[in-house]
């Protein structure tokens, strides 16, 4: 049974720093690519970060309005996958989820989401 579970979020003050983790079960981890997604009220889900699967090369990526704040990672031995968020702002405020992608994109699994709300 393929299972994505996000945890780390909550609210956090502008300026802060939170570190959302993926706890990956039930596919071979190392093989997946792996993204962060996140979904603000009112509007469309966007991808946040993405790390290529091992040994697929190629890079992170990451959107435009969170380079240089936040830092996607995966340590293979955990299953797991980690997104460091630094310098938050209102604006980051979102569900964040999970998304593992396989080759050619043939499977595709999501998590249930974690709630991070930057405010004052």
């Known amino acids: 049974q393929v299972q994505l579970v996000e945890s780390g979020g909550g609210l956090v003050q502008p300026g802060g720093s939170l570190r959302l983790s993926c706890a990956a079960s039930?596919?071979?981890?190392?093989?997946?690519?792996m993204r962060w997604y996140r979904q603000a009220p009112g509007k469309e889900r966007e991808l946040v970060a993405a790390?290529?699967?091992?040994?697929?090369?190629?890079?992170?990526n990451y959107a435009d309005s969170v380079k240089g704040r936040f830092t996607i990672s995966r340590d293979n031995a955990k299953n797991t996958v980690y997104l460091q968020m630094n310098s938050l702002k209102p604006e980051d405020t979102a569900v964040y989820y999970c998304?593992?992608?396989?080759?050619?994109?043939?499977?595709?699994?999501w998590g249930q989401g974690t709630q991070v709300t930057v405010s004052s």
């Open positions: 998304n593992a992608r396989s080759a050619m994109g043939r499977y595709d699994y």
């Open positions: 790390i290529p699967s091992t040994g697929a090369g190629g890079r992170t």
């Open positions: 039930g596919f071979t981890f190392s093989s997946y690519a």
